[in-house]
């Protein structure tokens, strides 16, 4: 498709290599009027059509090439900006917005992943005469709060020695580490407190303050193997937080390690490429996925595309109770993370994305007069602390032209994070 905003920056860039840049005109932004896209309804807006058209010339004058800067905004029933709409570019972290799509589609909201602990051995007097098996489920935050909170019960089923080793296997990360050497490690340090450092106190301090200090001291070493032998008795079942919170975790601090377990549990880039496509129905050559974080620059994604998956969420959540502020940051609300340092107006449900040479945001808008509004906005380029604050300036601006509802500015339900829970501890019987 000939792009009239991509056309109008030639010209744009030629009069800046030519030394006039002082006498630039108006940029002819593609008119909706005309456009037909796929025969859905267009509508034009003059006011954002000059605020894009601003924007993108922002761009130029700082150097930026048009032909990097993607954009795609909708309403709920047209379309009124494009640039660069269906070309797939590095799209860093939004490609986490891939992930919790098929996250969603692959288990329930309330999923739960489970780490699984086994004896091989007989307990007398609070001594394991054996070893201690960990079988690894998936969780993608099992941190040191969940290991303190492990250790405490297998203290409550009266265990506090181990003579053999500590076996890991399956799918066991802790820490965002997933080398069982480490993660056995780790694991090893957290259950025995007398063995804890600074940050192993720091974690204990966060939790209830009449949570215990546990001592399990594992004599043995830590050893790897592919599966549970035949003769292994289960002791516990340690659940992880609900999927919802677990993506919501992801999505505000755009934890790469968390994107990558979730999904090889999928199944795998390719897995998640196809089934985003099916479900949000974007052309297969608009998403290429080499990962499920979004940390390669060979992760391309059109702007169209990173809608059409938001678009797709919000369908997928219709049913539930959670809508799209429960699983991605909300500016104004979530203050940590990816927003800390943003000047958007609050009420913005959004994902972020930062390469070295890509910063990109996508989400939604609430508006008054539009209802939600749509938008992917894809930078590429140096310097992403500029591009972010271009970003920042034409949300503001069409904050100024749209009334924007803050609907979702009050704490949801994915929001109250409790690490280290001892209810997730779940005797074999339990």
Do not use: C
């Amino acid at each position: 498709m000939v792009n009239g905003m991509n056309l109008a920056f030639i010209g744009l860039l030629a009069q800046l290599w030519g030394g006039n840049a002082q006498t630039l005109e108006p940029l002819p932004i593609v008119s909706w009027e005309q456009a037909k896209i796929f025969d859905v309804p267009t509508q034009a807006d003059p006011v954002v059509t000059e605020i894009f058209q601003d924007y993108l010339k922002t761009l130029a004058t700082k150097g930026y090439d048009p032909n990097r800067q993607g954009i795609w905004i909708q309403s709920e029933w047209a379309y009124l900006v494009e640039n660069n709409q269906n070309t797939p570019v590095s799209a860093a972290s939004l490609t986490k917005v891939a992930t919790t799509l098929a996250s969603i589609d692959k288990w329930d909201l309330n999923h739960r992943f489970e780490t699984r602990i086994y004896a091989i051995g007989t307990v007398t007097n609070g001594v394991l005469q054996g070893n201690l098996l960990i079988e690894g489920g998936g969780d993608p935050l099992f941190v040191w709060e969940e290991a303190i909170a492990l250790g405490n019960a297998l203290n409550q089923l009266g265990i506090r020695q181990v003579t053999g080793d500590l076996i890991i296997t399956g799918n066991f990360a802790m820490n965002f580490k997933n080398d069982p050497t480490i993660t056995g490690s780790l694991l090893q340090q957290a259950v025995n407190s007398s063995k804890w450092s600074g940050l192993i106190k720091k974690a204990h301090a966060e939790l209830p303050k009449d949570t215990p200090r546990p001592t399990v001291e594992i004599e043995g070493s830590i050893q790897s193997q592919a599966v549970i032998p035949t003769d292994a008795q289960l002791l516990l079942r340690h659940q992880s937080l609900p999927l919802s919170s677990l993506l919501k975790q992801m999505n505000i601090y755009s934890n790469n390690d968390m994107a990558e377990m979730l999904a090889e549990e999928i199944g795998g880039a390719a897995v998640i490429r196809e089934r985003v496509s099916q479900l949000a129905k974007i052309p297969s050559e608009e998403i290429q996925l080499k990962n499920g974080s979004g940390l390669a620059v060979e992760n391309r994604i059109s702007p169209r595309a990173v809608t059409l998956m938001f678009m797709a969420l919000q369908e997928k959540l219709k049913s539930t109770p959670l809508n799209l502020s429960d699983l991605f940051p909300v500016m104004g609300r979530d203050r940590d993370g990816t927003l800390q340092w943003r000047n958007m107006p609050p009420g913005l449900t959004v994902k972020t994305g930062t390469l070295n040479q890509v910063s990109a945001l996508a989400g939604i808008i609430p508006t008054q007069e539009r209802g939600m509004v749509w938008f992917t906005i894809i930078n590429g380029g140096s310097n992403f602390d500029r591009l972010r604050a271009e970003q920042d300036k034409v949300l503001q601006r069409l904050s100024q032209h749209w009334q924007i509802l803050p609907t979702a500015l009050n704490p949801g339900p994915t929001d109250q994070v409790y690490l280290g829970d001892p209810s997730r501890n779940l005797a074999s019987n339990g």
